[in-house]
């Protein structure tokens, strides 16, 4: 089954890195969080990747067009142009980069790639979020309920501390506690080819009117992630979510 991952946008939230790579580039750990999102559908056996290329996608085929040199140790010659490579490591990937368009939206991104789909059952995830989904088990529960679109919800963390009260009085603080316990889109989809029909052109947003329509047809389910979720969506969360990845607290590194 292919996976598709959008990773075209702006990313204007982070415009300190942005301004130079796409998003989907930006590092943790050394790495690329695209590549962190590939090799935890990689851990589950999904090998075959789709990615939805826009804003400076040629940085990212480069990235993949030479991944074989970014893994490994090299000895250049200069005097007869000769490479030598050392301690060389690589993935069981297959990787198909679609350039979509700079300024086309997440639903046109995904109508332009429907060809390589090959009219298939395939998964969808967003290009800068990482989480522990146990992906098998989201394949089996959407194949249970028989839906057109099953996506992964979650309970993000609260962005601020929060307080302890008794009327007016503190009692005590609480480091960053549990949202307000609503379920939000957490990306990691699974989706039947049937969504081709509500993907009307460049400009449609597909978490606007395709996903509602396709709620209003009852033709969705969500897959109830309690886990580690986060997105990269600033600075403060790239940060953070390298000093996860440095104090080996990243609970997405689901492979070893």
């Given at each position: 089954m292919k996976v598709v991952l959008l990773a075209g946008g702006l990313g204007t939230r982070l415009s300190e890195e942005t301004d130079i790579k796409p998003k989907p580039m930006i590092e943790i750990g050394g790495k690329p969080i695209l590549w962190h999102i590939m090799k935890i559908y990689s851990h589950f056996g999904f090998n075959e990747f789709i990615v939805c290329l826009g804003y400076k996608g040629y940085i990212i085929k480069e990235y993949f067009a030479n991944y074989f040199l970014h893994q490994s140790d090299v000895t250049i010659d200069t005097s007869n142009n000769s490479l030598e490579i050392h301690n060389s490591s690589s993935e069981n990937w297959k990787i198909t980069l679609v350039d979509t368009g700079k300024d086309t939206m997440t639903g046109g991104r995904i109508k332009r790639i429907q060809k390589y789909t090959n009219n298939e059952t395939f998964m969808l995830t967003y290009g800068d979020g990482v989480g522990n989904v146990d992906i098998s088990a989201l394949l089996k529960f959407h194949r249970e309920n028989k839906k057109m679109v099953t996506l992964t919800a979650v309970q993000p963390k609260g962005r601020f501390g929060g307080l302890g009260l008794e009327d007016n009085l503190v009692t005590n603080f609480e480091e960053k506690p549990q949202g307000d316990g609503s379920?939000?889109?957490?990306?990691?989809?699974?989706?039947?080819?049937?969504?081709?029909?509500?993907?009307?052109?460049?400009?449609?947003?597909?978490?606007?009117?395709?996903?509602?329509?396709i709620a209003k047809q009852q033709q969705m389910t969500a897959f109830k992630h309690k886990g580690f979720w986060r997105p990269m969506d600033t600075l403060r969360d790239k940060i953070e979510l390298n000093q996860l990845w440095d104090n080996n607290q990243a609970e997405w590194k689901l492979w070893e």
């Open positions: 379920w939000v889109n957490g990306g990691f989809f699974v989706c039947e080819p049937d969504i081709f029909n509500f993907l009307e052109n460049d400009t449609t947003i597909w978490e606007r009117s395709p996903l509602e329509n």
